[in-house]
T-cell receptor, first 112, second 114 residues
Framework: SQQGEEDPQALSIQEGENATMNCSYKTSINNLQWYRQNSGRGLVHLILIRSNEREKHSGRLRVTLDTSKKSSSLLITASRAADTASYFCATASPGANSKLTFGKGITLSVRP | DTAVSQTPKYLVTQMGNDKSIKCEQNLGHDTMYWYKQDSKKFLKIMFSYNNKELIINETVPNRFSPKSPDKAHLNLHINSLELGDSAVYFC?????????????FGPGTRLTVL
């Protein structure tokens, strides 16, 4: 069954604004990852946050993780038109043969 | 150099045919995966191989058979194609088999079954 559920399903903002995307999950995790998918392309890894971490930064990206609420958020600051893409959260199950379970994705449109 | 490559990029075929998709990674990773992405962009894992051994086999019809001749290659063969097999298939790789290692995806193969 699906693990990650992103919210909102679609987001449209103006260039320069911040974009916040949320992900909720149901079971315990080893880590949570965010990926970006441009139209017609493969997924690209953005950032990974481990279950014992609360916040992580990478360039204009900031991800938080609240394991008590089983939720994560991805903030993209000062958005650019090139950020237009689908964003997926993926949860990694604990254990040796861990697998990633992806949510349905959020479509982000950044208007120039 | 492309890290994870797939061929072909597009595949259009008739119901009942058999087809293969090939994947190669030049990252030196031990683990490779096949995913299926449906028309609503839902991405679901199908198989995973670690060093040529099958380690994840989700509930996939046995018409789908993965083969890993070496740890840099993972192919997917599909027999008796059905309309519902139409989707984008992604190959991915990761350095480690477990513990949720970062995955690197290929560009995808769009399969259309007519």
């Amino acid at each position: 069954s699906q693990q990650g559920e992103e919210d909102p399903q679609a987001l449209s903002i103006q260039e320069g604004e911040n974009a916040t995307m949320n992900c909720s999950y149901k079971t315990s995790i080893n880590n949570l990852q965010w990926y970006r998918q441009n139209s017609g392309r493969g997924l690209v890894h953005l950032i990974l946050i481990r279950s014992n971490e609360r916040e992580k930064h990478s360039g204009r990206l900031r991800v938080t993780l609240d394991t008590s609420k089983k939720s994560s958020s991805l903030l993209i600051t000062a958005s650019r038109a090139a950020d237009t893409a689908s964003y997926f959260c993926a949860t990694a199950s604990p254990g040796a043969n861990s697998k990633l379970t992806f949510g349905k994705g959020i479509t982000l449109s950044v208007r120039p | 150099d492309t890290a994870v490559s797939q061929t072909p990029k597009y595949l259009v075929t008739q119901m009942g045919n058999d087809k293969s998709i090939k994947c190669e990674q030049n990252l030196g990773h031990d683990t490779m995966y096949w995913y299926k992405q449906d028309s609503k962009k839902f991405l679901k894992i199908m198989f995973s191989y670690n060093n040529k051994e099958l380690i994840i086999n989700e509930t996939v019809p046995n018409r789908f058979s993965p083969k890993s001749p070496d740890k840099a290659h993972l192919n997917l063969h599909i027999n008796s194609l059905e309309l519902g097999d139409s989707a984008v298939y992604f190959c991915a790789s990761s350095r480690l088999a477990g513990f949720g290692d970062t995955q690197y995806f290929g560009p995808g193969t769009r399969l259309t079954v007519l």
